[in-house]
């Protein structure tokens, strides 16, 4: 049974959560076995699922640069991800052969590019193209639209299926007008749809933002929680669902 909140609010938690869909780009083959990449380049736009820390040095309170957020980092620092350790894109880059992770964009010499629009023009042909996840299944859906009963808010997550269509059809226009390029639909659902791990928080979270409360210990148990805080996964969910996208994507490479 879903929620009794109307759609309308529902659809304010999605614009304003995740209203940026992550992409990655590529523009080789796949390599031959050997320990180079399987792809000359890798770049991720996203939102706060894949920030690797573009949003330390802007004014604003969503921020993920303190303990307990990479807790489970290799160097063990906040690095400003929104998790406890590695996230999707991390990992995926990881299983395509790169040695180093993807540095946040903030770091780049010249800020301006991103204005510039680069990536058909500079070369990339290899597209994937996330849809949103059942984002009704969050804590925070759950804490602000739902009951303790409830697994998942039902309103939230049928308003999903509508957009993923729509995006699917958008996909399919981009293959017919860019016939040197390849765009490929990352199924969000399917690959994050069923967690055999607890869908709770796992470090404490602020009632007001939903983050992490800083630096207060968080569970003990990170492997067996979906969430990190309210909105974001942990890295055990992203190890799930990273090598499902890396299997859609392997059909354009």
Known sequence: MGSSRSDSQSSSLISSLFSIIGLLAGAAVVADGSREPKVPCYFIFGDSLFDPGNNNNLNTTMKANYPPYGVDFPSGVATGRYSNGRTTADIIGELLGFESFIPPFASAPNNSEILVGRMHVMG???????????????????????????????????????????????IDKLNVRFTDAKFVYLDSVT?????????????????????????????????????WDAFHPSEAASRLIAPFYLRALKKIL
């Open 124 to 170: 990339a042909r290899k597209v994937g193209v996330t849809g949103l996840n059942l984002i009704g299944c969050t804590p925070a859906a759950i804490a602000m639209y739902g009951d303790k009963d409830l697994l998942c808010v039902d309103s939230m997550n049928k308003l999903v299926v509508p957009f993923n269509e729509r995006l699917k059809a958008i």
């Open 191 to 227: 690959a994050g749809g069923t967690f055999p791990i607890k869908s709770t928080a796992c470090c404490k979270v602020s009632l007001a933002t939903g983050m992490c409360i800083p630096n207060v210990e968080p569970c003990k148990t990170r492997r067996a929680h979906a969430f």
